[in-house]
């Protein structure tokens, strides 16, 4: 099957008592046993196993050509889940630019558990590979970044990491339609399934996907002990959907490229983040490990912060809040929003300045964007 007949038939096939071609949202949080231990189908109790979340579990491992997928209440909790992987003085090597609250979760809840997160600010993989030691047991990196749209080159990471390392893989930008990082060598591919896979801005939740059978075995055996799961409701709105995210992602990227073609000529317009635009510098990378560039742009304003809140007052359609990837566009200020939680001389490194603007392109027909932006910047 190609990807977008597997997102509407993987592990989903019509009920078999009925013939319901869409999975039935099971609320029920336990399940008869015939006798002690005996069950229908392997349920037991919801937070353990629940045959909605089975079901948004095998597409997503379908869609990441994986084989196992796991879903939690949030990407977050999917990331926590990964990081319960490691053990007291084992060492992560993470690019410095990842979602701010992934960065929170690693200096301030992991790190105090023993664990030492080395961020490296720098796509070069030579760079980012230099803080390597023999403890070295996981490399995190989101490819394209939040917010700056780096771009990191999965299969030389693969290859060049340190023995013994896990390369995971935060795929939330990109989405399975675009690239497939299992295929390129990672062991661990993590999603907020909030933004594109969801696509409508009506579900929080996060997911795995891995091929490694202990990997999977160790983060099922989490996801029970600890709880954080998606109501099977949350399950069914993320399986409908991830239906339609190829003819989303389309057009997202689309708009995407529009936009970043647009803004590059504007004169108030500083620079311009997208791996779409042949100046950028992932630009040969992501077109060798993606099939598109997303909807994700990001740029720096002309005349600094009140510039900037300026412009989002003047926005009509675009709305300022966080989060991203929904039907609808949306812009925010990383610097004060998304990445609010990581120090301001890191942020600064790093691009993530008071200028700094970020929007995510929905499907909205693109002249509407490109009025809006236009009144904005004016
Ligand atoms: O919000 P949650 O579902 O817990 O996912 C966290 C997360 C993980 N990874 C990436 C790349 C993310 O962008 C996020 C969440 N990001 C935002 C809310 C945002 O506006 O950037």
Known sequence: MRFATKAIHAGQGPDLRTGAVNVPIYLSTTFKQDGVGQFREGYEYSRTGNPSRASLEATLAALEGGEYGLCFASGSAATSAVIDLLRPGDEVISTIDVYGGTYRMFRQVYAKYGIQFHFADSADPAKLLERASSRTRMLWIETPTNPMLNVHDITLLSRRRPEGALLVVDNTFATPFLQRPLELGADIVVHSVTKYLGGHSDVVGGALVTSNPEVHERCQFYQNAVGGVPSPFDCYLVQRGMKTLEVRMKRHQENA??????LVEH?????????????HPGHEIAGRQMTGYSGMVSFTLAGGRSAVDRFFGRLEIFTLAESLGGVESLTCHPFTMTHGAIPAEEKLKIGITEDLVRLSLGIEAVEDLLEDLDRALT
Do not use: C, E, I, W
């Not at 004169?267 to 100046?279: E, M």
């Open 257 to 262: 490229a529009a936009v970043a073609r647009y």
């Open 267 to 279: 004169p108030r317009v500083g620079r311009v983040f997208y791996p779409g635009l042949p100046d």
